[in-house]
């Protein structure tokens, strides 16, 4: 069945580094893939998508780049900020399938001044 | 637009006992999932309807856990009887297709947080 695999965390980084949180991923076909983030105390929010290889999803810093061959997702941001800290999960959504999600199992980024 | 909304958003029971959530998704979403977030993990899929009709419910324990979604609009999860391993944050989400991209996006509600003793 279909599957996603992230990096293991926590990862911890001081303000203005640079991030990369791997994900990979197992599916039929071409899924599309999600970024989605839960801030402390919130509910889970998009951060960025692809639809289809080679596309990039970027949003508030963050870029992915849906990677085909590779089978991965992995989301990068150039200078992370104490806002950032955070739970990041990477998703895939099969064709056909209405917008069903498989999740990762989500990193927890935590941003030190 | 209004956001989707759960209730009750904490819970706490005894095992054995009955719970019941409540979800709105948000207006004109056609399809609605509940999701099971356990602590530490992601969150998992436990059934997906399309307006008022099933389309995906292979995980969820149909022993214990019903939901149904009357009139294609709101949607009720019941946990009976509710064991330890329950214990949970249960979410509720609704989608539409994305006009630029032809993806549903999922937007998600706060989640109502169950605890089982």
């Known amino acids: 069945g279909d599957s996603v695999t992230q990096m293991e965390g926590p990862v911890t980084l001081s303000e203005e580094a640079f991030l990369t949180i791997n994900c990979t991923y197992t599916?039929?076909?071409?899924?599309?893939l999600f970024w989605y983030v839960q801030y402390p105390g919130e509910g889970l929010q998009l951060l960025l998508k692809?639809?289809?290889?080679?596309d990039k999803g970027s949003n508030k810093g963050f870029e992915a780049t849906y990677r085909k061959e590779t089978t991965s997702f992995h989301l990068e941001k150039g200078s992370v900020q104490v806002s950032d800290s955070a739970v990041y999960f990477c998703?895939?959504?099969?064709?056909?399938?209405?917008?069903?999600?498989?999740f990762g199992q989500g990193t927890i980024l935590t941003v030190h001044p | 637009e209004a956001g989707v909304a759960q209730s009750p958003r904490y819970k706490i029971i005894e095992k054995r006992q009955s719970v019941a959530f409540w979800c709105n998704p948000i207006s004109g979403h056609a399809t609605l999932y509940w999701y099971q977030q356990i602590l530490g993990q992601g969150p998992k899929l436990l059934i997906q309807?399309?307006?008022?009709?099933?389309?995906?419910d292979s995980q969820l324990p149909k022993d214990r856990f019903s939901a149904e979604r009357l009139k294609g609009v709101d949607s009720t999860l019941k946990i009976q009887p509710a064991k330890l391993e329950d214990s949970a944050v249960y979410l509720c989400a609704s989608s539409t297709r994305d006009r630029g991209s032809g993806a549903n996006v999922l937007t998600f509600g706060a989640g109502s947080r169950l605890t089982v003793l």
């Open positions: 998703a895939l959504s099969p064709p056909a399938s209405y917008g069903k999600l498989t």
């Open positions: 692809a639809t289809k290889a080679d």
């Open positions: 309807f399309q307006n008022n009709g099933v389309v995906d």
């Open positions: 599916a039929t076909g071409y899924p599309s």
